[in-house]
């Protein structure tokens, strides 16, 4: 009979003072591999924080008999093993740390290269870790090779891509050699071809005798699962082998209207002045020491046109991206006119960031959260990560009118730190769209929401594009995302990280 990893039984949760779950039973068992489905907010990150230990049982009991007795087998000599110590998890968030042994990394650093230097490298962040365990399968050079960081070693962690961070927090949560890999939303951020190649390590993460429970799609669960587990409300609804799982039996494809009449309104707030070149680029090249980022890129954006950016990780979208929305200083550098006027024509940072809305993983990453989520949308007037002033009641209002398009006003009080990760994303796409901005830059904007919030934001770009003269640029690494309205196509090819040219 197999044994039991982990088991909770009847446990209730909660983090600050919120009953997160109640009365709540899960468990697995050697050989098993569980993923999580449900909507967003359904409890999925959070049951995954709770097996991690990040949250805390008011009742219950656990099970932990399985790591008691493998912590004895293996425990490092004279070391006192904690079980939470025996778990690996990959969050939606980092928590790297610069080499003052703070968190304190913030926004543009990645693009300004005397700051980021205060960041370790790849090779210098996977040589800290140790794992617990003396056999250890999964190494520094295990890792960097099966996750494709070779390339990548000598870079400050800070200017990874979206997609290189997920696969480095992996190897990470691999080179501790855990008894239990917890997984949330892993593919999110990674290109068509590290999706394909997931299936496959996930494979062999299971056949080296780690268990894995991750919080998913439908429509992404690896072969390695063994079970499903159904969530809604914070409540597990159904448990099924992955065998008996009919993907769209638990998919609730049905999607919340679009107001157009209220959408209409709030376009025709204000008029979009015209502009014969919204971006105009020549001859870009981007370098930080010898890696060489983006090469002689020339590229032309005009008054109502909607582009996608399309490019496997780490070819430099972001970097593309920093230059139009100002901040990456090498666009000094560079021929770069944004909105008819060149770069280092006496422009500022806000001259450029009133016109444009925009929306990306690191700014999730990086935006504080001690403001309500109303405030977190009204900061999008000001272009500031936070509303560092008295609130406008008029452009509150407004905030709240679009909250309200977007299907997210009931969380308008609530703290940002304290709702889900898809609504935080919500939150920050509504800050990208109050001030009826000339251009939208969405890059990854999707990332952790569901089926049906996915397609109500289609929706609305949709709407918005057609119903007004902005121009778009809409980075995704899923094409089914990609609104309609986008009729252009910008691809970046990778360059070689380290280059004398």
Not at 201 to 210: D, P
């Amino acid at each position: 009979m197999a044994q039991t990893i982990l088991a909770f039984e009847h446990i209730t949760v909660r983090n600050l003072n919120q009953i997160i779950f109640e009365d709540l039973s899960f468990s697995i068992s050697e050989f098993e591999n569980w993923a999580l489905i449900g909507e967003s907010g359904s409890g999925k990150s959070a049951l995954l924080e709770t097996i991690a230990g990040r949250l805390g049982l008011s009742k219950g009991f656990i099970d932990t008999s399985y790591f008691d007795t493998a912590n004895k087998e293996s425990a490092l000599a004279g070391e006192l093993i904690n079980w939470h110590k025996r778990i690996s998890f990959v969050s939606s968030r980092h928590n790297f740390r610069n080499l003052s042994n703070t968190t304190e990394f913030y926004y543009q650093q990645r693009y300004n290269s005397m700051d980021s230097d205060n960041a370790p490298t790849v090779g210098s962040y996977l040589s800290g870790l140790k794992s617990h365990l003396p056999s250890l399968y999964w190494n520094i050079t295990k890792v960097v090779q099966s996750l494709n960081l070779n390339d990548l070693m000598e870079e400050q962690i800070i200017k990874l891509s979206n997609g290189e961070t997920k696969r480095l927090l992996l190897a990470a949560a691999l080179i501790k050699n855990p008894i239990l890999l917890l997984l949330d939303n892993p593919l999110t951020g990674l290109d068509v071809k590290s999706r394909a190649d997931f299936n496959d390590l996930i494979a062999e993460v299971n056949a080296s005798g780690i268990h894995i429970i991750m919080a998913t799609s439908p429509s992404e669960i690896p072969d390695a699962v063994t079970h499903v587990a159904v969530l809604e409300q914070c409540r597990i609804i159904k448990t099924l082998s992955h065998q008996a799982f009919l993907e769209d039996q638990y998919e609730d494809l049905s999607t919340a209207p679009l107001d157009l009449n209220e959408l209409r309104e709030l376009i025709n707030r204000t008029t979009i002045p015209p502009f014969d070149y919204i971006v105009k680029m020549g001859n870009i090249v981007v370098k930080y020491g010898n890696a060489l980022i983006l090469n002689h890129i020339n590229w032309t954006i005009r008054q109502g046109e909607h582009w996608a950016l399309l490019g496997a990780n780490g070819s430099g979208k972001s970097t593309l991206l920093s230059l139009i929305n100002g901040d990456n200083p090498q666009a000094y550098a560079n021929d770069i006119i944004i909105f008819d006027r060149k770069r280092g024509s006496g422009e500022s940072i806000w001259d450029i960031k009133k016109r444009i809305g925009f929306v990306s993983p690191e700014l999730f990453q990086y935006f504080p959260s001690s403001s309500s989520c109303l405030h977190v949308v009204e900061s999008g007037f000001y272009d500031t990560l936070g509303l560092y002033r008295a609130s406008n009641p008029k452009l509150a209002e407004i905030a709240m009118r679009w909250m309200k398009v977007m299907g997210i006003e009931e969380i308008a009080g609530k703290l940002f730190r304290n709702i889900s990760a898809s609504n935080q994303r919500l939150c920050l796409l509504a800050r990208a769209l109050v001030k009826n901005p000339v251009l939208l830059i969405f890059d990854e904007p999707c990332q952790g929401l569901d089926t049906k919030q996915k397609d109500h934001f289609k929706q609305l770009v949709n709407a918005i594009c057609h119903n007004s003269n902005v121009s778009l640029i809409y980075v995704s690494h899923y094409t089914d995302e990609i609104p309609d309205v986008v009729d252009q196509v910008f691809k970046l090819e990778k360059v070689a990280l380290n280059t004398d040219s």
